[in-house]
């Protein structure tokens, strides 16, 4: 059975027939990453494609990992910030006061943090999820006058000093040069298989004097693990991560940076777990239409910032809060989005769970966002790769980049969702059947 495609079933009128891509070997840095597995020249997007410049369309399940939740360009945030833009409104203001600006808050606060019990104070940071992670950080040392912060195994959380300090990957980790100090990774839950409580064993080391793990000023916890494989806490564990966390005089963050803002079903990924984090950080699909904004939440009792002292340039990046508030009010004035999100998470599951079940392999994640482990990033590697060449665009997560993660757009319809799972499944096939190549081309 030959795998079914995707790709030039249209043919938007190419934007560019250069196909010369040497400029990039010439200037562009080595560092560059996602790009050498998906080796195309982008030239326009809408809702779930992506178009490159020589006519290829290609469904996105990577989502910008999970920064274009709305999809590519929503019509609704496009019209907005044009708006806005036309109408020469602020672009940038540091962090002063603005109509868009305040939109965006008056929208936080009656959309989200209203509905849902929540008091938190909302800083502007640097507008990448790093910022928004040392921030957090910071204000944690801050407040509780305490410096280590306890992270987990497989966590993610930004390439800055302090947020890099906290990501648990060897490979991220080297790229700092410099010692990562004053940060104790503990196992996530279920990281000694499924009958040892690691919380249990945390609470243990901070109620021993002499387990040698300093009190702790916070603990950084992803709910589910984006980067690191898509593992998930249980409410249960997570219940009890907070309790130890009270119990020990740690300010409790929850990074909902990629599992924020819809992806798990919910606007936060801790809804209706029986616990309030003291801290949240947010970004990538925040603003919505995928550009750079980042908050770092609070209890208002913690904001014991002096003015400046955790600064920025871009603070306020204006025509991010005009699509965010477009987002808010399009998609969360009640809980329909989240209801269809939720449903269409199910159908993934079933989905990911028949094609795991065929071959013995075992799923993960939450929500709309989950994945199968195929045991080997070099599987997983020839499965995206031949994902791509039948026009799905699919990434990888974990330790061995062994976990095929699914991020498909939230506002993708059924149709679009089934035909990317198709690729998916018949890639799979071929690939671990081994007849890949022979389908390849
Ligand atoms: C992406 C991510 C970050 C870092 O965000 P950047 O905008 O890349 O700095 C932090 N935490 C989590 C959980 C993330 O997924």
């Keep these: 059975m030959t795998t079914p495609t995707l790709v030039r079933q249209t043919r938007p009128k190419p934007t560019s027939r250069i196909p010369d891509r040497s400029i990039y070997e010439r200037r562009e840095s080595v560092v560059r990453s996602y790009a050498r597995a998906i080796p195309r020249q982008f030239s326009r997007s809408d809702n779930v494609w992506m178009y490159d410049n020589q006519g290829g369309r290609y ?146 080391r901070l109620s021993d004097p002499s387990s040698g793990l300093d009190a702790p000023a916070a603990i950084l916890v992803e709910t589910v693990q984006g980067e690191g494989g898509l593992n998930t806490a249980s409410p249960e564990w997570l ?20 599992a924020g803002c819809g992806r798990t079903g919910k606007f936060f990924s801790f809804e209706g777990m029986g616990f309030m984090p003291d801290i949240v950080t947010m970004a990538k699909s925040l603003s919505g239409m995928g550009l750079p904004f980042a908050l770092t939440l609070f209890r208002p009792e913690l904001d014991q910032w002096s003015p400046g002292e955790h600064n920025g340039t871009f603070r306020g990046n204006n025509h991010a809060f005009v699509t965010a508030t477009a987002a808010l009010r399009k998609f969360w004035k009640d809980d329909a989005f989240e209801q269809d999100v939720q449903r269409k998470g199910q159908l993934l599951a079933q989905r990911l769970d028949a094609i795991a079940a065929e071959f013995g392999l075992s799923t993960r994640g939450r929500g709309m966002m989950r994945g199968i482990d195929v045991g080997s990033g070099e599987t997983a590697a020839a499965i995206t790769s031949a994902c791509f060449a039948a026009g799905l665009i699919i990434e990888t997560s974990g330790a061995h980049d062994e976990i095929l993660k699914v991020l498909a757009p939230l506002i993708i319809d059924d149709a679009a969702l089934s035909a990317g799972l198709d690729i998916l499944e018949e890639t799979v096939r071929t690939v671990l059947t081994g007849s890949y190549g022979v389908a390849a081309e």
Excluded: W
């Design 239 to 258: 219940r009890a991560i907070a309790e130890i966390a009270k119990r020990h005089g740690a300010l409790l963050i929850v990074d909902d940076i990629q």
């Design 59 to 204: 469904l996105d399940f990577l989502s910008g990992c999970s920064t274009l939740n709305y999809g590519h360009n929503h019509p609704a945030l496009k019209q907005a910030l044009i708006n806005y833009i036309s109408a020469d409104g602020i672009t940038h203001g540091l962090d002063l006061h603005t109509d868009a600006k305040a939109e965006f808050l008056e929208a936080f606060e009656s959309l989200i943090l209203k509905p849902r019990g929540l008091d938190y104070r909302a800083m502007f940071t640097g507008p990448t999820g790093t910022n928004a992670v040392e921030a957090a950080i910071k204000l944690a040392r801050k407040v509780t006058g305490r410096e280590m912060v306890i992270a987990f195994t497989n966590g993610f959380h930004g390439m800055t000093l302090g947020a890099l300090a906290c990501t648990g990957n060897a490979a991220k980790r080297t790229g700092a040069g410099v010692p990562l100090n004053h940060v104790s990774h503990e196992p996530y839950d279920g990281y000694h298989g499924p009958d040892v409580d690691t919380a249990a064993l945390l609470e243990r």
